[in-house]
């Protein structure tokens, strides 16, 4: 049996909510959560202030806001999310391989001149709302397997930790890049909760039987009547 404490940081709570009230409340809610999502909701409503608030309640943040811009905009951006001391943030591979790159050189020379760790840097490759006929509707033209294969290897080819993608692509990406790669998977949904707008979903035990390092999780702890008793219940189906 696996521990639930190892399993708990392999969980990362997704705060999807709409104020700093709320996300703090759900973070004091969960004790022995250590990674928490801010997405571009959150933050745009509460600014980079919040990072500093859940880092004090002795929490690590996982800054999602998926920079997909031209590689200085990025680069810059990276640079100033070292010196918020985030842990984990994520950019879209789409952005190409002269973004990717840039990133990663940005990541580390900020975080050698303040004398940080650097944070993970994972790579979105397709979002978990998308399916083969979204992909055709923007002119990807290919399917959602392929085209997460082909944006993970430009991700590791240009510095970046890992890959954020669903849990149906975790077995094809272990496959293709070895497990030293490390993979963080949304779309996860516990047999007890509900769907909602994800497509290419799976239970948490499937996904971490895969491969998957970490879990996205949201709306089923944090939408439950109690959050933590849901938390909870995720631990003892892993453990």
Same mark, same amino acid.
């Given at each position: 049996?696996?521990?639930?404490?190892?399993?708990?940081? /392999?969980?990362?709570?997704?705060?999807?909510?709409?104020?700093?009230?709320?996300?703090?409340? #759900?973070?004091?809610?969960? &004790?022995?959560?250590?990674?928490?999502?801010?997405?571009? /909701?959150?933050?745009?409503?509460?600014?980079?202030?919040?990072?500093?608030?859940?880092?004090?309640?002795?929490?690590?943040?996982?800054?999602?806001?998926?920079?997909?811009?031209?590689?200085?905009?990025?680069?810059?951006?990276?640079?100033?999310?070292?010196?918020?001391?985030?842990?984990? #943030?994520?950019?879209?591979?789409? *952005? *190409?391989?002269?973004?990717? /790159?840039?990133?990663? @050189?940005?990541?580390?020379?900020?975080?050698?001149?303040?004398?940080?760790?650097?944070?993970?840097?994972?790579?979105?490759?397709?979002?978990?709302?998308?399916?083969? $006929?979204?992909?055709?509707?923007?002119?990807?033209?290919?399917?959602?397997?392929?085209?997460?294969?082909?944006?993970?290897?430009? $991700?590791?080819?240009?510095?970046?930790?890992?890959?954020?993608?669903?849990?149906?692509?975790?077995?094809?990406? +272990? @496959?293709?890049?070895?497990?030293? %790669?490390?993979?963080?998977?949304?779309?996860? /949904? &516990?047999?007890?909760?509900?769907?909602?707008?994800?497509? +290419?979903?799976?239970?948490?035990?499937?996904?971490?039987? #895969?491969?998957?390092? %970490?879990?996205?999780?949201? +709306? &089923?702890?944090?939408?439950? &009547?109690?959050?933590?008793?849901?938390?909870?219940?995720?631990?003892?189906?892993?453990?």
């Amino acid at each position: 049996m696996i521990e639930k404490s190892t399993i708990a940081q /392999r969980i990362i709570v997704a705060l999807d909510v709409n104020d700093k009230a709320r996300a703090l409340s #759900l973070i004091r809610e969960l &004790p022995d959560a250590e990674v928490f999502k801010i997405g571009m /909701r959150l933050f745009t409503a509460e600014g980079p202030a919040l990072l500093k608030d859940v880092q004090e309640l002795g929490k690590k943040v996982f800054l999602d806001l998926k920079f997909h811009d031209i590689p200085n905009q990025v680069a810059g951006a990276v640079r100033m999310a070292v010196q918020h001391e985030v842990s984990m #943030l994520t950019l879209h591979a789409s *952005g *190409g391989s002269e973004m990717l /790159r840039k990133a990663a @050189e940005s990541a580390a020379e900020a975080a050698d001149q303040i004398g940080k760790p650097k944070p993970m840097l994972l790579a979105v490759t397709v979002l978990t709302s998308l399916k083969d $006929a979204q992909l055709s509707e923007i002119g990807m033209g290919a399917d959602a397997a392929g085209q997460v294969l082909r944006l993970a290897g430009l $991700a590791q080819q240009t510095g970046m930790e890992g890959v954020v993608c669903s849990p149906q692509e975790i077995e094809l990406i +272990r @496959e293709q890049h070895g497990h030293e %790669y490390l993979i963080a998977t949304p779309g996860i /949904r &516990p047999t007890w909760a509900a769907a909602n707008d994800q497509k +290419r979903i799976m239970t948490p035990a499937q996904a971490i039987n #895969l491969g998957a390092n %970490y879990l996205v999780i949201g +709306r &089923p702890i944090t939408a439950a &009547p109690s959050p933590l008793e849901a938390f909870h219940k995720i631990l003892d189906e892993l453990a």
